[in-house]
Every structure is written in C-alpha cells, then in structure tokens.
C-alpha cells in the first residue's frame, strides 16, 4: 500500500512553534478530550478548555500520548493537509461504494443519500466511478450512507497506518473517538493507498481550512 508521503519540511519535537501544538489542541474531537479526561465534562466545559491558550500546549501533548512526546518525533506537515478527516474518509468511502451509488436513480432516496454525504462525495465516487472496490450494492440510502461512512473512515485508518505515530495521531484526533479509522479492518489495507491518493489529489488542488503546519 503506497504511504502517506512524510512532510518534506519538518522540525526537531524541541523546536515545534507552539502554534502547530494550540492548532491541534482546538481541532481535537471532543468526544476524545472528553473520553481521556472526564466523560462527564459537558460539551462547553470541553470547547473551553480546548480554547485556553493556557492549556492548549498541555493538552494536546497528553492527547499525543507520553510515547509520541517522549521520542521527540519530527513534527512536518499535516498529513492531510489541514483538511478535515472526515471529509477524506466521505470521500474515499464514497468511491469505494461507487457502484451503489450510480444505481441510486430514484430521486427521493438520492436525495435522501446526499443529504447524508453531502454533493461533492457523490459527484467524487461518479467521476472515479472505475476505481469502485465494493461489487455488492444497495438502493437503501441510509444503509447506504453507513456503508460510506465505515469504509471510509476504515481506509483513512489503515493509510494512516503507513504513517508515523505522530502524523498518525495528529489526523486521528480530529475524528470522533470509536471510529473504524482506529481499527481499520484487513480488507482495506490493500485498496487504501489508491483511494487516498485520488482524496488527496483532489485536496490538494484547495487551499485547507488551518494552517497545516
């Protein structure tokens, strides 16, 4: 499976801006803050403390984990490039369900699919149509949508793999905690890297949403 390309400008972990630790901090899903502190904290208390200019560097280095710190790993560029990871994962799924997707003729189930996936991961699986992995289908769009959803996070999850403990993590925590990407099953580890090389190609052509850095 092709890797996620490593960042060709990286920096030693004892001279990361502490810009690039306060971005991660702030874009951390709650549900994993929340699941490694307290699983109690209500959801502002949450958005505060992600907030805090004061806590943010702490925070996101015990959200890495003392393994990944302790190693002071190289810190590069964001793997996705500052792109939201579920956004990939809907995309990739998306392609992987092509052939579903293109039988959904019906107006209201379409309709009802793309309410769930959004226009641009529809369109994405019709144009890369012959690069489909999934040969059963389904003409349920809710069915369908979960489907999407799972293969997609579950191949972002097993290119991720490919990666370093730290890039890994970086795009990791921006998920909801649970996920497949945690656990990506065998069977996508062979179709991953194509998939992700045509999201990320498709990414790559906008400008992110932060600074990738």
Not at 43 to 49: D, F, G
């Amino acid at each position: 499976m092709a890797a996620p390309m490593p960042s060709a400008e990286s920096h030693p972990w004892s001279e990361v801006p502490s810009v690039g630790l306060r971005q991660l901090a702030a874009s951390i899903h709650p549900t994993r803050v929340a699941a490694r502190l307290d699983a109690l904290l209500s959801a502002p208390t949450l958005i505060r403390l992600q907030k805090s200019p004061r806590l943010q560097v702490k925070l996101a280095e015990l959200m890495l984990g003392d393994e990944i710190v302790s190693k002071g790993s190289a810190w590069g560029s964001d793997l996705l490039l500052g792109h939201e990871p579920s956004r990939a994962a809907l995309l990739a799924g998306s392609v992987w369900h092509a052939r579903s997707l293109l039988k959904l003729v019906s107006k209201p189930r379409l309709a009802i699919l793309i309410e769930r996936i959004g226009p641009e991961a529809h369109a994405f699986a019709i144009r890369h149509l012959v690069n489909a992995i999934a040969i059963t289908s389904t003409d349920d769009p809710e069915q369908l949508s979960q489907q999407i959803e799972h293969d997609g996070h579950a191949c972002l999850g097993a290119w991720l793999n490919e990666a370093s403990p730290l890039d890994r993590m970086r795009v990791l925590l921006r998920l909801p905690a649970g996920t497949p990407a945690d656990n990506p099953a065998a069977e996508h580890r062979n179709m991953a890297g194509p998939l992700l090389s045509l999201v990320m190609a498709h990414l790559a052509t906008e400008t992110p949403r932060y600074d990738s850095r």
